[in-house]
């Protein structure tokens, strides 16, 4: 692998984590979850988008992608209403919510094994052929991914920056008890957050449906590289989670390159760990507990 190649790599990768641990660290940052639910979310979405092309309506790509968007949505606002809020009414809610979310992912894994059974799907690319960048083809569709993959991040960075809901969003993420004072809807706000977490995961899911085949314990694989971007980064830093989805894409480009793909994940964790002892809450991290 050249250096052009290890560039393309690190960028397609790195704006497909990004979207990802996005995801994770937004509900982190606004409600303190670690949402071990995440990857089965992520599996969750290839699945709508797979039963909206070929199991049900017979949609095109694009309109199974952006009916699936919605749907995932009020999946995400569902789960906060029914599962997250009746929580927060306890003590140690934090840590009986993580056990949860982690049930909820089994709970998903099963049901989309019983529901489409334990063979893998896959979603063919809407796009077919490639160009060459420095002697090495790039397929349109990867170019597309990252296009994709960018939008929806500004997307988001534009909505928690621009809109009363969003800056509503920040402001809990800052001070809970000061945002629910000033008479901001605190459990809304969750909602929104959870909402907009699933539709990151499960448009990354089906982005990367055509790239790697989708089946019911797949999303086990990026929710931990999620987890890891996510501390890398700081907990409950969306920039953070963006920077770090970049750095470590790059790095595991670059070790794949040298040694093999085995070697990418514990590369990911040195490095990780490297931060930690330096910087303990991660590249952006804000939160003190």
């Not at 928690?160 to 001070?175: E, M, N, P």
């Not at 987890?227 to 920077?243: D, E, H, K, P």
Request: aromatic share 10%.
């Amino acid at each position: 692998m050249n250096i052009v190649e290890i560039l393309i790599s690190g960028t397609t990768q790195g704006a497909v984590y990004c979207v990802i641990a996005m995801g994770l660290s937004l509900v982190y940052g606004t409600s303190r979850i670690l949402n071990f639910a995440h990857g089965a979310l992520y599996t969750l979405g290839g699945y709508i988008a797979w039963f909206l092309m070929y199991g049900g309506p017979g949609l095109s790509f694009g309109l199974a992608f952006a009916a699936s968007l919605p749907l995932l949505f009020c999946i995400g606002v569902a789960l906060e209403a029914g599962i997250i809020r009746p929580l927060r009414r306890h003590t140690n809610w934090q840590v009986n919510a993580i056990m949860v979310t982690l049930g909820l992912a089994f709970v998903i894994e099963n049901g989309l094994q019983l529901l489409f059974g334990p063979k893998t799907k896959t979603i063919p690319a809407f796009i077919e052929g490639g160009v060459s960048i420095g002697g090495t083809t790039v397929s349109l569709y990867k170019i597309a991914l990252v296009g994709i993959s960018v939008l929806l991040v500004v997307l988001l960075e534009l909505f928690l920056a621009r809109t009363r809901a969003g800056k509503s969003v920040q402001a809990v993420s800052q001070d809970l008890q000061a945002a629910a004072q000033v008479g901001i809807n605190v459990n809304r706000v969750f909602g929104l957050a959870l909402g907009l977490s699933v539709v990151l995961t499960g448009a990354a899911g089906i982005l990367l449906a055509p790239v790697f085949q989708i089946s019911p314990t797949g999303g086990w694989s990026p929710f931990l590289k999620a987890f890891v971007i996510v501390v890398f980064g700081g907990l409950g830093s969306t920039r953070g989670a963006m920077l770090a989805a970049f750095i470590l894409a790059f790095l595991e480009a670059i070790v794949v390159a040298s040694v093999g793909p085995g070697w990418a994940m514990p590369a990911w964790l040195i490095v990780l760990m490297i931060v930690l002892m330096t910087r303990p809450k991660g590249l952006l991290g804000v939160w003190e507990n």
